[in-house]
Every structure is written in structure tokens, then in C-alpha cells.
């Protein structure tokens, strides 16, 4: 217990110490506030023009939401079916992960192409920037379910759809939330550079807005509210793994105590 409580503390001190590094490094002149604000002059920037990051943040939020819905819910759900089926497994994985290793910000200009620089194309981009890791890692962690839960399954008549509900996509949590974990950061990012390429609204609009001005104070503002965005879901992703954990703990609990109560019950020989 002492050393997760130093541990905790060890984190507290290193961010203390960064935020006080970087209130005085700006003001004692080591590094120049053209490149690096004061920490306190990037809040008040950010707190004078409240209402415009506030309307920035509400779209952002907006894309990423709707990005996150296609491209994790879709993840999953496909990652689950192609890992569950031996043939398109081997037909489409091999392609996915060919896709995956290609820098996908390329085929932005073409989204805009076809969807304008409205919120449709951001969507499209990130949804599918997004959607290839989460429907490999869910795939992967097919794979690595007890082939005897699936037969069980199948032998009680249950259809595709049931499976993945109540056997493929439970057995899989762990693996799925660390896929949703990198497919909603990259989400994220993929929101914000496509806002930052072509755009005329949201956090990343923002912070190419006032790049082009040297504004470093507002930047950093932008740049703080796209952290907290990342901070907030992957303490969303954190509570949904403990909340797992402890859902998987007393599954297994009850089965153990089932086969304990089933062997009780049995005459002795």
C-alpha cells in the first residue's frame, strides 16, 4: 500500500513540476513566449475569448462523438464478426492491416473532395482513422477465446448474433477496451488535424487561426482544451476497464461457486 501511495504522490509532484516549469521558464526569458506562453497568460487568453472556445469545443465535441460512435461501434461489432469466422478472417485481416500501415491524413484532401469542409468530412476522416485498430485489436481478441465457449454456444443453438452479444464480445472485453482505447485517441487526433487542415469552426480551426498570427497564448489555450478532451476519455475508457474487471471477477466467482455447490451435491463413491 506504501508504495502504490508513493507512487500516486511521485505523479502528483512531476505534474506540479511541470506546471511550474512552464509558468517559469516563459517568464525568466529561457525560453521565448513566441514559442512557449507562461501557463498563466495561455488561461487568461483562454478565459477572455471564453465563448468562442466554448462554441469551438461544442463542435469538436459534436464530430468526435459521431466519430466515435462509427468507428468504435463499428470496430467492434465487425472485428468481433470477421474474428469469429475463420474464412473472412483470413481474407480481410492481412488487407486491414496492409490499410492500418498507410498514413491515412493523405486521403483527407479526397474526403473534402467528396463531403465538402463541413463536419462530414471530418467525421468520415477520423471515423475511418479511428475504426482499422479498434477492428484489429476486437479481431485479435476473438481469437483468443476458449474455442470451447463458442462450441458450447453453438451446441445450445445459439445464432451469430447471440454469440457475439453474450460470448464473443464479453470473453473479448479486455482486448476490445484497449482497441477502443487507441481507436478513440485517434479519433480524437483525427478530428483536430482535419480541422486544423481545412476548416472553418472547431478546437483545431483555432489553433491553426491563430498560429498564422502567432498568437501563442490562444494556441496553447486550444492545445490545453484537445488535452483535456484525451484526459477525459481515457479516464472514460479507465472506469469502463474497472467496471469490467470487477463485472469479470464475480462471473468467475459464480462459476467457481457453482462448481463447488455441483460437486458438493454429487454422492460420494
Not at 512531476?14 to 507562461?38: D, K, N, Y
Not at 484489429?136 to 451446441?155: C, E, M
Not at 481545412?198 to 480551426?205: E, K, L, W
Request: proline fraction near 5%.
Amino acid at each position: 500500500m506504501s508504495a502504490r501511495i508513493s507512487a500516486t504522490t511521485l505523479r502528483y509532484l512531476i505534474v506540479i513540476g511541470l506546471i511550474a516549469l512552464w509558468e517559469l521558464l516563459p517568464r525568466t526569458g529561457l525560453i521565448p513566449e513566441l514559442f512557449l506562453p507562461s501557463l498563466s497568460s495561455t488561461l487568461v487568453a483562454g478565459w477572455t475569448d471564453a465563448a468562442e472556445y466554448g462554441h469551438a469545443l461544442a463542435v469538436t465535441l459534436y464530430e468526435v462523438v459521431v466519430s466515435m460512435a462509427f468507428a468504435c461501434g463499428g470496430g467492434i461489432l465487425l472485428g468481433a464478426i470477421v474474428g469469429s469466422l475463420p474464412r473472412p478472417r483470413v481474407l480481410i485481416m492481412p488487407m486491414v492491416s496492409s490499410l492500418y500501415a498507410v498514413p491515412l491524413v493523405i486521403l483527407y484532401p479526397v474526403f473534402t473532395v467528396w463531403l465538402g469542409i463541413g463536419s462530414e468530412s471530418k467525421i468520415a476522416f477520423a471515423s475511418i482513422y479511428g475504426f482499422l485498430p479498434t477492428m484489429l485489436a476486437t479481431a485479435a481478441g476473438i481469437q483468443t477465446i476458449d474455442p470451447q465457449l463458442l462450441l458450447a454456444a453453438r451446441s445450445m443453438g445459439a445464432t451469430l448474433s447471440q454469440r457475439l452479444v453474450h460470448v464473443i464480445i464479453p470473453a473479448a472485453i479486455p482486448t476490445v477496451l484497449s482497441g477502443l482505447r487507441v481507436g478513440g485517441a485517434l479519433v480524437i487526433v483525427g478530428v483536430v488535424v482535419s480541422e486544423m487542415l481545412i476548416s472553418s469552426a472547431g478546437i483545431g480551426y483555432l489553433i491553426s487561426r491563430y498560429r498564422t498570427i502567432l498568437d501563442s497564448p490562444h494556441v496553447f489555450a486550444g492545445v490545453l482544451l484537445v488535452l483535456f478532451l484525451a484526459i477525459a476519455f481515457n479516464a472514460a475508457i479507465r472506469w469502463i476497464e474497472r467496471k469490467a474487471a470487477i463485472w469479470q471477477t464475480g462471473t468467475r466467482a459464480g462459476q467457481a461457486n457453482d462448481e463447488i455447490a455441483s460437486s458438493a451435491m454429487q454422492p460420494a463413491t
